[in-house]
């Protein structure tokens, strides 16, 4: 059976931070190890640290609608 020779990997925790009118499209991992991602919601670019905290970086332009 394939699955017999598969290293067992450690169990991964999965937490969830909620940010208001948030709509995340692309995301990236910074040299720091922090992610950044794109915020169509609030028209942002947003930086999530490991300890958990969110950074908006509001686009100066209105609608201006972050993808990638």
Known sequence: MLAGLMPVSAAVLIVEYA????????????????????????????RFTLSGTVTSYPLPMANTIPSE
């Open 19 to 46: 940010i208001p009118n948030s709509g995340p499209n692309g995301i990236v991992t910074g040299p720091d190890g922090n992610l950044w991602f794109t915020d169509a919601g609030n028209n942002s670019i947003d």
